[in-house]
């Protein structure tokens, strides 16, 4: 039985996953600061991009929508990949 005082064990690390350690709103914003919020709404099609886009209304959307989190996740991780062959 664990000692009820004992530090709780540290989180597993993910080496092999680009997106560990990134929190959403550090995505959404680099991907609203590169496309701005248009160009993010044409290539994940979705409302809270089109209609009165806000960093807020977008992680509320995309923590209940896995589809498009997934699809704005995705994205990200293309320009990180487009960035890095360019050398930007």
């Not at 496309?35 to 992680?59: I, Q, T």
Request: with cysteine; glycine share 6%; net charge positive.
């Amino acid at each position: 039985m664990q000692d009820p005082a004992a530090p709780p064990p540290p989180p597993p690390t993910q080496p092999r996953n680009p997106l560990h350690g990134l929190t959403l709103e550090h995505i959404v914003t680099t991907l609203a600061d590169h496309y701005g919020w248009d160009g993010l709404n044409e290539r994940v099609p979705a409302r809270c991009f089109a209609s009165n886009p806000s960093v807020k209304s977008s992680l509320k959307f995309l923590r209940q929508t896995p589809w498009a989190r997934e699809k704005v996740e995705g994205l990200y991780l293309y320009l990180q990949r487009e960035l890095r062959r360019t050398g930007r």
